[in-house]
């Protein structure tokens, strides 16, 4: 189905920003917004998009994605660190 390449970019924004739960709106034509579900009520935050569009826009959106590192790769950059030479 189309929308799952939304739903995934959704779920990945909601797990990135806690406290806010965000919602894809798919509407009749095709098209996807991006709303936001608060106590309030809820609010709109994009215009209609096509999918490529929704996707780029949602992966942009709230904190970075942190990068995974092995074991291996955290070892090794700990190595690359000088050491200190005292006398």
């Not at 991006?34 to 994009?46: A, C, M, P």
Request: charged share 30%; glycine share 8%.
């Amino acid at each position: 189905m189309r929308s799952t390449r939304a739903t995934a970019a959704v779920a990945r924004l909601n797990a990135r920003s806690e406290g806010r739960r965000y919602m894809m709106i798919l509407i009749s034509s095709g098209l996807f917004k991006l709303g936001e579900r608060s106590e309030g009520g809820d609010k709109h935050l994009s215009d209609a998009l096509s999918l490529d569009d929704f996707v780029n826009l949602v992966d942009s959106m709230g904190p970075p994605k942190g990068a995974r590192i092995t074991k291996s790769e955290a070892a090794f950059l700990q190595q690359l660190v000088k050491k200190d030479k005292s006398p």
